[in-house]
Each structure stands twice: as structure tokens, then as C-alpha cells.
């Protein structure tokens, strides 16, 4: 079966409140048990915020090296899940309960084989 990378993008910003964030997550953790327990789960990681970011870039025979983010946006990568589905439907649908869960956009993007 193959591997789906599960995108997680969230506004750039403080977190919300404890009393806004707390269900989200007990629905993440739900979302995750589910993957667990139907044998989708590879691999899920979170990020911290972007301002953490290094970027490593060649020039010519050189590499130059700056702080923040490839990109600006209002938006960043928080998170990330990799899952093993049959197909795209299927990780669409996982995606779909990724969205719901976390309340923010999720991009499904297959893992090109290695």
C-alpha cells in the first residue's frame, strides 16, 4: 500500500486559548487512535513555530544559510502525519477526518517511491 503525506497548515499566530485548543486536540488524539487502530499510522510529527526555521539554499558552489521560513505566508506548516492507504480515496478520507479533527487545511500528497 502506499505512503500519504497528511499536511497539517495553520494560521501564523499566537495558539488559541486553552479552552478553544483543549477539545481539538482530544479530537487529534482521537483522529490518531483511529489511524492506529486500522493500521494507517506510519508517522506524525509537530513543528515548532516558523520563526525556528533555518533555510539552507545553494548559490553557485556555495550554500547560503538564513534564518525563517522558505516562504512568508499567513499560514504555515504546524504538523505533519505520513499514513499507509490503498489508494487516494482512502487518503482522502483519512485527510478529510485530519481536517475536521484539527479544524484547519490538510493536504493529501502521495509519497513518491523510494
Known sequence: ????????YQP??????PEVLGPIMANVTAFEDELRAAGA???TGGLHPPETATVVRP???DVLVTDGPY???KEHVGGFTVIRAADLDEALEWGRKAA????LPVEVRPLADG
Open 100 to 103: 475536521r479533527a484539527t479544524t
Open 59 to 61: 548559490r553557485g558552489d
Open 1 to 8: 500500500m502506499p505512503d500519504y503525506l497528511l499536511t497539517i
Open 71 to 73: 516562504l512568508e505566508g
Open 12 to 17: 501564523d499566530g499566537e495558539p488559541p486559548a
Open 41 to 43: 499510522w506510519v508517522f
